[in-house]
């Protein structure tokens, strides 16, 4: 993995997290160029990672093995017309846009070699997870390419149809923010309860790593795991009995559809193929 030279078209929150992952799992900084239209992040690009970066989005392709779009679904279409004509055939492109499907992406490319993947934030610190779906022209070593990218910022998993990746968008791509919503609301309802902040803070954020940490790490479920916190008729008891009062797996059910339906609904909205 650590040979391939690879072009971020577009270099934001997820571009970012990716290329920092992949410098601290030794990818060479040589090895990455980002293009990016604004000055001051190519300036910190360049002067923090140590990467090359570009105003042109063609010329940051020129010696890529994979071209990684991370614009947002918005502009897609336009940065792939515009990119078309740079693309070699023998590339790989890799979108990790919502909602853009890969028919929409070999159009606007004329290329067809496309995988689609929506990884998460934590890929920054090589604790992300990624859905990957690879359109039927993506040789094998390609699909490892992709895999090992994405592998290098945490762990990956292919789906076998393209329109799964709406659920991967609403369970993992977009999860990190609901575990941070619940994080605030807890430090928010720690202080209520008379903390000052910053306790509550440390006391909310630690208490959310050590359960995530324990769900990974044990050899029996979350729900078994949730049972031993809970003490018939105890304090985790009443809170939980709380929870499911106020309908909390159906909100968390129709937050994950609205995710999903989100995701399919831009692919409608911007898509092209
Ligand atoms: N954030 C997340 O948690 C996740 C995001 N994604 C997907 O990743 C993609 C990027 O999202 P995110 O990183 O959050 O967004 P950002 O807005 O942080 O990053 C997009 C970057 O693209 C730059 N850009 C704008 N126009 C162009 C252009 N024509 N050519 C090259 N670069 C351009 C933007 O610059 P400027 O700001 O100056 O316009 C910006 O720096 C989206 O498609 C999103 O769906 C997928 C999984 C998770
Ligand atoms: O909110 C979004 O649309 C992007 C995709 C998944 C996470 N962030």
């Known amino acids: ?17 990716l290329i920092g992952g992949l410098l601290a799992k030794g990818m060479p900084a040589t090895h990455i160029h980002a293009s990016e239209p604004s000055a001051e ?20 392709c ?3 093995d994979v071209v990684l ?8 279409r336009e940065v792939c017309l515009a990119l078309a004509p740079a693309l070699k055939p ?40 990624s859905g990957l779906y690879a359109a039927a022209q993506v040789s094998e070593i390609q699909r490892q390419q992709a895999a090992a990218i994405l592998d290098a910022v ?19 791509g977009s999860g990190p923010a609901y575990f941070f ?8 309802a720690g202080v209520r309860l008379g903390l000052d902040a910053d306790t509550a803070t440390e006391l ?7 359960a995530a940490q324990m769900a990974c790490q044990s050899d029996v479920d979350v729900a078994t795991l949730r049972a031993r916190v809970t003490s018939p008729q105890g304090t985790t008891d009443a809170a939980i009995r709380s929870f499911e009062a106020d309908g909390f797996r159906p909100m968390v059910e129709r937050a994950l559809q609205a995710a999903a339906d989100r995701s399919a609904g831009l692919a409608r909205e911007l898509g092209g193929g």
């Open 181 to 188: 919503l619940l994080i605030e609301a807890m430090t928010e």
């Open 69 to 76: 779009l991370a614009v947002k679904p918005q502009i897609m």
């Open 90 to 129: 023998g590339q790989l492109v890799i979108s990790i846009a919502a909602g853009i499907n890969c028919a929409s992406l070999q159009q606007w490319l004329g290329h067809l070699p496309v995988v689609r993947c929506m990884p998460n934030t934590p890929a920054l610190l090589q604790q992300g997870i």
């Open 154 to 172: 945490g762990s990956s998993v292919w789906v076998p149809q393209e329109q799964l990746l709406d659920a991967v968008t609403a369970v993992s």
């Open 41 to 60: 992040r190519r300036d910190q690009l360049e002067r923090d990672l140590g990467i090359h970066t570009h105003t042109d989005n063609a010329a940051a």
């Open 1 to 17: 993995m650590n040979n391939l030279h690879i072009a971020f078209i577009g270099a934001g929150n997820m571009a970012a997290s």
């Open 62 to 64: 020129a010696d890529a």
């Open 204 to 210: 909310a954020r630690q208490t959310a790593l050590g």
